[in-house]
């Protein structure tokens, strides 16, 4: 059980930047897979992004291109830098760690540590 705390979240204007810290309690670089989730009111659980150990990573088509994900070993921290925000990225954001020490995806299933989540909210 990893424990797991996400930071950075608020209100932003369309167009706008957060960046999106999650802190864990234990040394992160002997996870295989670290991933961002997001949530909105009456929608499934998505997954944003996931970067491996190796510093491979993937993004959904809807952030491809304004969310970039990052680790920091070092300091047991994963990141979500967010740029060009838009309305529909409104969520609560969560990170997670996976359970594989093989492969990596969007599938919530495959992740077992979850942090508390992060409301961000894109609106003028």
């Known amino acids: 059980q990893v424990q797991l705390v996400e930071s950075g979240g608020g209100s932003v204007q369309p167009g706008g930047s957060v960046r999106l810290a999650c802190a864990s309690s234990s040394y992160i670089g002997s996870i295989y897979c670290m991933g961002w ?17 190796g510093g491979t ?53 495959d992740y077992n540590s979850w942090g508390q989540g992060t409301q ?3 609106s003028s």
């Open 37 to 53: 989730f997001r949530q909105a009111p009456g929608k499934e659980r998505e997954g944003v992004a996931y970067i491996t150990r």
């Open 57 to 109: 990573t993937h993004y959904a088509d809807s952030v491809k291109g304004r969310f970039t994900i990052s680790r920091n070993d070092a300091k047991s921290t994963l990141y979500l830098q967010m740029s060009t925000l838009k309305p529909e990225d409104t969520a609560i954001y969560y990170c997670a760690t996976g359970r594989s020490q093989s492969f990596c995806n969007h599938d919530y299933r």
């Open 120 to 122: 961000v909210t894109v």
